[in-house]
């Protein structure tokens, strides 16, 4: 019989999360993160091609020595408006995650972005995933000043290396800068896109291709 993993205090669904098919997506995600049963985590979504396994491998190798956790800026804050944070701290992708469990300030994490994403779906209607919840968890650590609790080590993940989007093919160099660990997004591998991300090691010659044209995944 297969082991079944009991994952412990899920978000409630709210109104308005109920109302699509992905209704307890983003509840079972956070608590999929949270209560991950190892000491180092390599989190990624479904829609997330892992290029490089060793390059992946020594990143997680790192969780708890040079950092807590390791994740990506999102630049554009796109999940929601909280006022009571200053845009300059920004949100972070969860698409991929790389976390030490034991890290104290980790566990505080995981439980405050449950708790805030449960009040900040039901308090703030510009919220629509759970990206605003970890900014959340994230700037409010970042404010305590007790000696008492422990600094979390936050490391950024080079969008560079966490490749999404359409922002590479704006430029040359931001195509020849590219060194994609991970490429997040369906645009790997499906076969009907004329143009994909190229992953580390791969040849740019064919993205270089689409540099400067009108750009749509679909």
């Avoid at 396994?53 to 796109?78: E, H, P, V, Y």
């Avoid at 909280?82 to 994490?109: K, M, W």
């Avoid at 093919?169 to 800068?177: G, H, L, T, V």
Wanted: aromatic share 8%; proline share 5%; glycine share 6%.
């Amino acid at each position: 019989k297969d082991p079944v993993l009991v994952l412990p205090s899920l978000s409630k669904c709210c109104a308005k999360c109920c109302t699509s098919a992905k209704s307890w997506m983003w509840p079972l995600k956070i608590a999929a993160i949270g209560f991950a049963p190892y000491r180092r985590v390599l989190y990624i979504d479904s829609d997330v091609f892992v290029c490089d396994g060793k390059a992946a491998a020594s990143m997680l190798s790192a969780a708890g020595d040079s950092f807590d956790i390791l994740l990506t800026d999102d630049t554009q804050n796109g999940g929601g408006v909280i006022h009571e944070i200053p845009n300059s701290f920004t949100e972070r992708n969860t698409g991929v995650l790389i976390y030490d469990t034991a890290a104290p300030q980790v566990s505080t994490l995981m439980t405050m972005y449950a708790s805030l994403y449960s009040s900040l779906v039901e308090q703030n209607p510009s919220v629509i995933h759970d990206q605003p919840a970890l900014r959340s968890a994230l700037f409010q650590l970042s404010q305590r000043r007790n000696a008492a609790h422990a600094r979390l080590k936050v490391a950024d993940l080079s969008k560079y290396e966490h490749c999404r989007g359409l922002w590479p093919f704006k430029s040359a160099e931001r195509i020849n800068a590219l060194s994609c660990v991970f490429i997040h997004g369906d645009n790997h591998l499906r076969a009907s896109r004329k143009f994909r991300l190229p992953c580390l090691g791969e040849s740019k010659d064919d993205a270089l291709k689409f540099v400067g044209e009108p750009m749509s995944w679909d």
